[in-house]
């Protein structure tokens, strides 16, 4: 069975530009999450879909950032335009929810280099 | 802000069980101890969780004091490949809302 994949593994881009990062989800799983970790700083948790919907988004940093979730599957992560501060790494995770707490797949992160 | 207190780094003979303490002494009634690890520039790795009673599965132990307020995590026989940030995480369980909230974690280095 696959895992949770992410793309690009890698992406520079220069200060304004724009950039979008793809998660495929586990395949049944409901729940998706988008976390990042900054240069020295610890992973946050960014927002949660339950299927196309947006569960929980707090901890989107500002308006820069946009997620979707189309059709319950695959999600986009866009931000635009990017500034130097959101260089790191971001990580989508799933999870299948009811009945199996706390137990989140991550991807290997997508990392992103704003210069 | 995490819930929970770790030591920064550890060290562990090859071979040799390794245990990580974790403090969580606010911890409520209700929410859950989990464990993820994260090797290297991998993405974070779930190995346990537990609420009151000590679990085991094919990866660790998850021990928890019986008051709850603190737990540690046993790797019964590190191997090289067990080097990496250990994460203990408190959170509740909303089966379906697990916004799990990283702290910085312990770095295990197995030793040779």
């Known amino acids: 069975e696959a895992g949770v994949t992410q793309f690009p593994s890698h992406s520079v881009i220069e200060k304004g530009q724009t950039v979008t990062l793809r998660c495929d989800p586990i395949s049944g799983h409901d729940n998706l999450y988008w976390y990042r970790r900054v240069m020295g700083k610890e992973i946050k948790f960014l927002l949660h879909?339950?299927?196309?919907?947006?569960?929980?988004e707090s901890g989107m940093p500002n308006n820069r950032f946009l997620a979707e979730r189309t059709g319950g599957t695959y999600s986009t992560l866009k931000v635009q335009p990017a500034e130097l501060e959101d260089s790191g790494v971001y990580f989508c995770a799933s999870s299948q929810g009811q009945g199996f707490p706390g137990e989140l797949f991550f991807g290997e992160g997508s990392r992103l280099t704003v210069l | 802000d995490a819930k929970t207190t770790q030591p920064p780094s550890m060290d562990c003979a090859e071979g040799r069980a390794a245990n990580l303490p974790c403090n969580h002494s606010t911890i409520s009634g209700n929410e859950y101890v989990y464990w993820y690890r994260q090797i290297h520039s991998q993405g974070p790795q779930y190995i346990i969780h537990?609420?009151?009673n000590n679990e085991t599965n094919e990866m660790a132990s998850l021990i928890i004091t019986e008051d709850r307020k603190s737990s540690t995590l046993i790797l019964p026989h590190a191997t090289l490949r067990d080097t990496a940030v250990y994460y203990c995480i408190v959170e509740l369980s909303n089966f379906g809302n697990e916004k799990l909230t990283f702290g910085t974690g312990t770095r295990l280095t197995i030793i040779p």
């Open positions: 537990g609420l009151k």
């Open positions: 879909f339950v299927k196309e919907s947006k569960q929980d």
